[in-house]
């Protein structure tokens, strides 16, 4: 009990400060311009998108009502295709399941993931004495830094380059000049030597195709290709909620995402469906040519089916991550991911509740969101999160 | 409900144990909260029922209470969890008296005409009102807001049982989220709630023509209220309204559907933050070069009128308080 206390307390002070601190103000004011006239422009330029953004509803809706069957449709396409799918039914099993493949003792490169935010998954491998990277720039800094995400797409938006400087002098332990190119740079060198030398990539995914196992992964980096793709071994750990029926549906979803999410076009669209194989030399599948000779997929339940049971909150789980709310969100735009447990803002108050902390961890966000209904505008998916809070907070006083 | 006495904020719980005890969220008396109306005579019985809810009336306390909180944690500016409100209540004394003497004459007045002024728009543009006085009761919307949903369903049939007194067929509300609450609500709450809902925006729009004209050397620009614009979809009636009068409308980026919130909602419980984005938004609208800002709802103005900075040349306004001129000249 003295404990929820503290975190109220906790939180609340470090909402306060944030709200104060003059890097998030300057970063987000500028990120928040930034989203609106590039969406403004690819809506413009991609007029069919809201119509399209409805249909996906529809997909979404439908996937999440018939979850179950699509899990085991997409497990055996993933077995079909000589990968090896699991289901973990909560975090622990899922990092078990993850550390069982691993092991000890080897290098990994990670793409961004709000799952394995959500899972600690990172710490949880160094703990089982791995060494692991984060290859998304912004990780990457982060995990310098020892911080958390502060937005699900742009994770070290708050990170001005100064400081982004400072930290690789530090680490690179040579002079690294505040300018973004020649920060750019030296990362580039330093993670190309990890992608070859690493035993294992892991990603997460944006969209999964039941009827061919296909994990979608949008980036622009190129830092998932090279993760997923150079490393011996590939590991996939994505939420249930991911999977649609059929690869068709999985593009629509997957070009609604990106719109949204400030992409226009992607630099790179990653479909993977297996591992790397060859029949060239006397027509005899050999596993492992280019890339991957092992391929895991782990479907990550973790309070994901009880959300969806829930008629009022089942529609939390059409969220794509676009991260659009978050810009519109007058709390964000203030406090950025101090407004958050792991995932962040309103639709984040309502995962917090049911995968990622639980009505405690929620409570304190559940307050503070204004329920202004701004991000209802935005979301493609019109999520509708204040009736949701709501009903979070009838569930915190009414129990 | 022990378990959220206990771990719920004081603050909250505050304001729920006097809109269920008292009728409004301050324990303010009815007679204290319907005095502006005195003079009006208005009869308790008519087809319009003129309702304020006391939203207005009440603002500057309300602000009051907040400061008076937050002053108490002042050492972290946090609020104590889970530390047994009553015991908070008790030890610091805040009450009704302590808070009411604290808010200044001048406030008090201001806010109390609001209400007034919107009667006699109303009168004047022909409709004619009846009022529940001193038993009018607060509708709620906080504590449906906040999640108090076992002590809405009581208190939405004890505010019923006065409004259906009235025997009126429309209410009318001063305050959107009043609105808001009456008509989304409370027909899932009360059996039998046959009333028709408005806005005062609403019906001023529709007999706009009959508003006299205003003349201003002031730009103005539209602060849309979240639950006007999003919830009850009212957005061009404010600007048809400022039209018929003659008043050209400036209009901040984020306007419509697309406003940007005041920060009002989480005032009770994060009052640092909700002063952060009301000082956003004040800049927002000031970035049109307007130098009155309109609002339709008590909590923006309350709100945005905390986070205009100390010497700004903005004013802020309501709508009833800016249309009441065209009367008064
Ligand atoms: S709630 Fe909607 S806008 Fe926000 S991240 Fe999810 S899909 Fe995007």
Redesign the pocket.
Known sequence: MADLQKEFNDYTKNLNKASKDENIKKAITRAVKSYRETTAETLDRFPHTPEMAEEVRGIKSNSIAHNSELLKQAMDSVERNKGKAFYAKDKQEALEMTAKIIGTGKTIVKGKSMLGEELSLREYLEEKGNEVWETDLGEFILQLNHEKPMH?LSPSIHVPREKVAELFTKFFNKEVPPDIAQEVAVVRDFLREKYFTADVGISGANVVAADTGAMVIIENEGNVRLSTGAPPVHIVLVGIEKIVPTFQEAMKVTEV?WR??QYGVPGYVNIISGPSKTGDIEKVTTYGAHGPKEFYVIFVDNGRSDMAKEEKFSE?L?????????Y?CPVFQVTAGHFGHVYM???GAVWTAFVAGGLEKAAPLVFTCLRCGR?VE??????N?PSMIQKLRERVVCG | MMAAETKLPPVLEIIRGNIVKHGNPLAMKGSEVAAWANALKLPEHGDLLFYTGGEYQLLPFIDSLVSTMTHMDQGSKVFSLMMGARNIINKTGINAEKIYASVLAKDRERFNSISYKAAIILQKLGYDLCYAGKKELYSGALLSELGFCEDMESYALKVAEVLKQSRAKTIVCLSPHAAEVFKFVYPKLVKDFPFEIRTFVDLVWEKRHRLPAIKTDKTVVVHDSCRLARELEITEELRDILQSVGVPVREAMSNRQWTTCCGGPNKLLFPDVSHTVATRRVEELEETGADLILTSCPYCLSALQGGQGKDTKTVIEDLIEFLFRGFEA
């Open positions: 699900i995402t949204y999410a939390a059409h969220c794509l991550r676009c991260g659009g709310c978050m519109e803002s309103g639709i991000c935005r979301c493609p998916m019109k999520i999160v």
